[in-house]
């Protein structure tokens, strides 16, 4: 039977999914109570209601009163009023956005010890609103940020439950914050450590909740340079868990433990790492992966607990640290402040309809023997804006990889990525589908970030 090519574009991107203003009718009747706790968590955090909580919104404002609320409810001696630890930072239009952390502290019992701490910190705020017009009328497609990062909230809302019951074994003081403003250059935790908390001395460690709701990468530890750090999670791994970290040397993307890092205080950072998902709208509570959460939790506990508990505190290692090498490294494009461009547009989806889609050709001889499916091929855009280093990640077939890696190797350069106001190489993945039908053959393509 005679076959014919035809082209579609899988978009999705900026799909608006339904979410209701607070959901909790998605537990299942079989949940712990621990993933029922962390899916309300999650639910309400990421809920219409919130609007994306912004830095400097009424839903980043109302995200800090809820979390108020559990922290106090848990036991926690709150270490700031029910409004939050206030600040302000000065914008380049003028005005004043006004944000806030949350933070509460479980005692040690430890006399010789209680008066040093481990800081367990998760970022509350998210990116907030895109106001669109369609049809004539106004469109809010609202990013929700459920893994990124009602999720860590969640987390450490219920790892504070249990260290709360479990108080009698921590030597050292565990202090929880929720921190505000994280999205624009991890002001909340910059404010905690040098404005908000005036023990900053006795700060022995950091653990840093991030993006903890599932995703391909796994269930991650970056220990970010510090050998202690990484020989405790070594040490805690030697324990029975029903799931255990991969240390990971590279950084997944930044995270406020950096902030913590210049103060020369040693940090772990517990994360499920990158997702397709990530700073779009349909980072929804339904995408979550709840019972590897509890999973993860048990032994970020066990973690915590060990930390609070050796004799001294972790050495700080000397190497240099993440932001120094920021220029050395070949960025996710998703990292960057600004994503590098193809022909004026950031969105990849325009290079792929663009360029892709244009001059790709279907192999003949993939055709005639029915050959189909999905490429996933990496490349990276140098600070030059020139495509670099074009490979298969994932093969179907010698003729389409070959293809794929054609059609994207030729693309014309790119203007460059940007990150702190300075030129960085970046890169991205692409899944690339060929799929053939008995009256039709089409290939698409999507997006893989």
């Not at 499916?373 to 804006?385: I, M, P, S």
């Amino acid at each position: 039977m005679m076959r014919k090519i035809e082209f579609a574009v899988v978009a999705f991107l900026f799909a608006l999914p339904m979410v209701a203003q607070y959901r909790t009718d998605y537990a299942d009747l079989d949940d712990s109570e621990t993933v029922r706790s962390m899916k309300e968590y999650v639910s309400y955090l990421s809920s219409s209601a919130l609007k994306g909580r912004k830095a400097g919104s009424e839903g980043e404002k109302d995200a800090a009163k809820y979390i108020y609320r559990q922290m106090e409810s848990i036991g926690l001696e709150m270490l700031c009023p029910e409004e939050g630890d206030v600040f302000g930072m000065k914008r380049e239009n003028g005005d004043t956005l006004i944000s806030r952390n949350v933070a509460g502290i479980i005692q040690g019992y430890d006399r010789s010890l209680n008066d040093h701490y481990i800081v367990i910190g998760a970022r509350m705020d998210n990116l907030g609103v895109n106001v669109m017009e369609v049809d004539g009328r106004r469109v809010d497609q609202i990013y929700y940020g459920a893994n990124g990062n009602a999720s860590g909230v969640a987390m450490m809302l219920e790892l504070a439950k249990r260290v709360k019951t479990n108080s009698i074994l921590f030597r050292r003081s565990v202090i929880f914050v929720a921190f505000g403003a994280s999205r624009q250059g991890f002001a909340g935790s910059w404010y905690f450590l040098n404005k908000g908390f005036r023990d900053i001395g006795n700060v022995d460690a950091m653990v840093n909740l991030d993006i903890v709701g599932g995703a391909s990468d796994g269930f991650l530890a970056y220990t970010a340079s510090n050998q202690d750090i990484g020989n405790l999670v070594d040490r805690v791994s030697g324990s029975l868990h029903p799931v255990l970290p991969v240390k990971v040397t590279e950084e997944p993307y930044p995270s406020d433990y950096r902030s913590f890092y210049a103060k020369g205080i040693p940090s772990v950072w517990f994360t499920t790492g990158k997702y397709v998902e990530h700073d779009t709208c349909r980072d929804v509570p339904d995408l979550l992966e709840y019972e590897d959460m509890e999973a993860e939790l048990e032994y970020i506990y066990d973690y915590t607990r060990a930390l609070s508990n050796i004799p001294s505190a972790p050495s700080f290692s000397s190497k240099p640290q993440p932001k120094q090498e920021e220029d050395r490294k070949v960025h996710a494009f998703f990292e960057c402040d600004v994503s590098p461009s193809f022909l004026g547009h950031h969105d990849p989806r325009w290079f792929l309809q663009n360029w892709v889609y244009k001059y790709m050709r279907y192999p003949q001889e993939a055709v005639e023997n029915g050959i189909q499916g999905k490429v996933t091929v990496y490349f990276e855009v140098n600070r030059k804006g020139q495509v670099k280093n074009v490979k298969v990640l994932k093969s179907v077939d010698p003729l389409l990889d070959a293809e794929a890696v054609r059609v994207v190797a030729a693309s014309p350069d790119w203007k460059p990525a940007r990150l702190g106001g300075k030129k960085v190489d970046s890169s991205m993945e692409l899944i690339i589908e060929f799929r053939l039908e008995a009256a039709s053959a089409r290939h698409g393509i999507k997006l893989k970030r």
